[in-house]
């Protein structure tokens, strides 16, 4: 079956400007959770959602947003770009909850300059 | 807020040598999930600890839960260069928590 894809790869950003990224889940898995990955503050969950609704959110600033539509694909935005924002996003998939297990994508790395 | 500690942060082995990461949390646990990420990789899942005492295993691979459900460990037999990657754990505070916190990670480095 197909993995967690997500979209793009990689992006360069500049600072202030705002970033989409895409992310959709194994089929049949409702549950979307994104995290951020730094070498300094490792795995860092931003936020889950579930059935179009965001069910848990980290402790990250409201310039993080996210969203997920009726197929269960997920978008991510995170506005006003900061340099501290570089970063590697990992979309995280699961059946219903992280207590399933998840299935995370190849990831998005987004260097902000 | 839940506190997990990895330790050691870095390992270096000669191929054939045996590896252990250990995961300890400063509170109970209801479940506790592994995963490894390959250099340039992402995360993939291993394996989920849920029972007091619990050992799991995977080939060389073995997966051991605390009797207080406060840390777990994860040993690799006979470690090879394929091993290569960071082992991270992911814990569930006990009392119905959904969203996992993760270790630092432990890397470890095989030297053929």
């Known amino acids: 079956k197909a993995g967690v894809t997500q979209t793009p790869r990689y992006l360069i950003k500049t600072r202030g400007q705002q970033v989409t990224l895409s992310c959709s889940p194994i089929?049949?898995?409702?549950?979307v959770s994104w995290y951020q990955q730094t070498p300094g503050q490792g795995l860092q969950f931003l936020f889950e959602?579930?059935?179009?609704?965001?069910?848990n959110k980290g402790n990250f600033p409201g310039r993080f947003s996210g969203r997920q539509f009726s197929n269960s694909r997920s978008e991510m935005n995170v506005s006003t770009l900061e340099l501290g924002d570089s970063a590697l996003y990992l979309c995280?998939?699961?059946?219903?909850?992280?207590?399933?297990?998840?299935?995370f994508g190849s990831g998005t790395r987004l260097t902000v300059v | 807020g839940q506190q997990v500690m990895q330790i050691p942060q870095y390992q270096h082995v000669q191929e054939g040598e045996d590896f252990t990461t250990y995961c300890n949390s400063s509170t109970t646990l209801s479940n506790i999930q592994w995963y490894k990420q390959r250099p340039g990789g992402h995360p993939v899942f291993l394996i989920q600890?849920?029972?007091?005492?619990e050992v799991k295993k995977q080939k060389r691979l073995t997966f051991q839960f605390g009797e207080a459900k406060k840390n777990s460990s994860l040993h690799i037999t006979a470690t090879q260069t394929t091993d290569v990657g960071t082992y991270f754990c992911a814990v569930f505070a006990s009392g119905g928590s959904y969203i996992p916190t993760f270790g630092r990670g432990t890397s470890l480095i095989v030297h053929p």
């Open positions: 600890l849920v029972k007091s005492g």
């Open positions: 995280a998939s699961s059946l219903v909850s992280a207590q399933d297990g998840y299935t």
């Open positions: 089929s049949g898995h409702r549950s």
């Open positions: 959602y579930f059935s179009e609704t965001q069910r």
